[in-house]
């Protein structure tokens, strides 16, 4: 059925340029138009803050870190549903997705997984636990060190574990007769978050971690090794080897990479400008990643890998300025804590509880200072591996001081709240 629309034509009248204002005017206010354009304002203004907002709170390497991580998450996932409602029923194991994830066998056809397999979770839960692990922890650090040495240190921890894992998984593979080894799907952002609390452990060591209102306290140096010891009991008993690999490489290629690699910044002057490459402080020697009672039996080990890989010239043993300029870098960091989500002290407690902590650091770092110093005037100083505490720095008795005079290089330091 069609219908007829009358239309009438109105011939215009012409008022002149001062009664079109008029009726304009008149017409506007008729209709009411004055509440879209203080809806347009107000939707710029939340366009510009939200675009401000995203700018300055998430530091540029963190966001495209985040950007990855949920777009390759999201690849992933649709790939592998793809693949189940192709093949029909419930698999018993994941579908691979060998070109996104890490699968030794395909590693030769698919090299750039290398990179990506860390930034692909395959759940919502491990997808939401790094999200957060990386927005948090990446801010922080990407602040501490500036963006292009964080996004260094990312690339090392993502591409390295992942190098490694693949000759693990082959062997392991060729040596037990399982060809299903060799098909492991590897990915997961573990090694970013073992690599994040070593870090945390080389700037706030000392930081104390309160949760759920005091009922539980922990130092950031422990930490890492908390860390190691859930995900390789996780190993062993859910089975779940594959993060317990990727957490132990995760914290030895971000240690090692902080221990000897990364540029730090030269407070005692002894640089070309450059800085000092690594980080040769007593404090984050490898052993000091565990609780003290195990550290006699690792530094050992640690000491005989270092003297090994130092006769190979693989590594560059520290100076006795190097070891200095790492203290020097202890005490600098005396002020520093971590964000706020981690702790939940508030106002005067939370700013005694820095001070105490700061005052722990400086009073440790002064501590190993003054053994150097007393160990210096006795013997001819030499050099100790991965940085530990020689024994004769221990084991000598510091020399006695004549009455009213003050040691040479002793450093007295009396905390306000000892």
């Known amino acids: ?83 189940i409602d192709t093949t029909g029923g419930t698999p018993t194991t994941s579908p691979l997705v060998p070109y996104l994830t890490l699968v030794p066998s395909y590693v030769f056809y698919y090299p750039w997984t290398i990179a990506t397999a860390t930034f692909v979770e395959q759940n919502i839960f491990t997808v939401l636990l790094n999200s957060a692990t990386i927005f948090y922890g990446g801010k922080y650090l990407e602040r501490a060190w500036g963006s292009r040495e964080f996004s260094k240190f990312i690339a090392v921890i993502a591409v390295i574990p992942c190098v490694v894992i693949v000759p693990i998984y082959l062997t392991w593979g060729a040596v037990g007769g399982s060809s299903s080894t060799a098909l492991t799907q590897i990915c997961g952002g573990v090694s970013i978050q073992g690599s994040f609390l070593v870090a945390f452990k080389q700037l706030v060591p000392e930081h104390t971690v309160t949760i759920f209102k005091g009922l539980v306290k922990m130092r950031v140096k422990h930490f890492p090794a908390l860390f190691l010891l859930l995900n390789t009991l996780s190993g062993f008993i859910f089975g779940t080897d594959t993060a317990a690999v990727l957490a132990w490489l995760g914290v030895l290629a971000s240690w090692s990479y902080l221990r000897f690699y990364k540029r730090q910044p030269d407070l005692t002057g002894t640089s070309n400008g450059s800085g000092i490459k690594g980080d040769a402080s007593e404090t984050f020697a490898f052993a000091c990643l565990f609780p003290d009672v195990m550290q006699p039996p690792i530094a050992f080990v640690a000491d005989q890998i270092y003297t090994l890989l130092v006769a190979m010239r693989v590594l560059t043993p520290f100076s006795e300025d190097d070891i200095a300029s790492g203290n020097q870098q202890v005490l600098a960091r005396g002020e520093a804590g971590l964000p706020t989500l981690l702790s939940s002290q508030r106002g005067g407690a939370g700013s005694r509880g820095k001070r105490e902590e700061a005052e722990r650091r400086r009073t440790l770092a002064l501590r190993a200072l003054d053994q150097r110093l007393q160990a210096a005037t006795i013997a001819r100083p030499q050099a100790h591996p991965l940085g530990e505490p020689s024994s004769s720095s221990y084991a000598n008795p510091a020399p006695v001081a004549p009455a009213g005079q003050g040691m040479l290089g002793e450093t007295s330091y009396n905390p306000d709240n000892a």
């Open 1 to 83: 059925m069609a219908y007829a629309i009358p239309i009438r034509i109105v011939k215009p009248i012409n008022l002149g340029a001062e009664g079109s204002r008029a009726k304009y005017g008149n017409f506007r206010s008729a209709l009411n138009f004055s509440h879209l354009d203080t809806w347009a304002t107000s939707s710029q203004a939340f366009c510009l803050r939200s675009n401000m907002f995203l700018r300055i709170n998430i530091p540029p390497a963190t966001r495209i870190c985040l950007v990855s991580l949920l777009t390759l998450s999201l690849l992933y996932n649709i790939a592998r549903w793809r693949q």
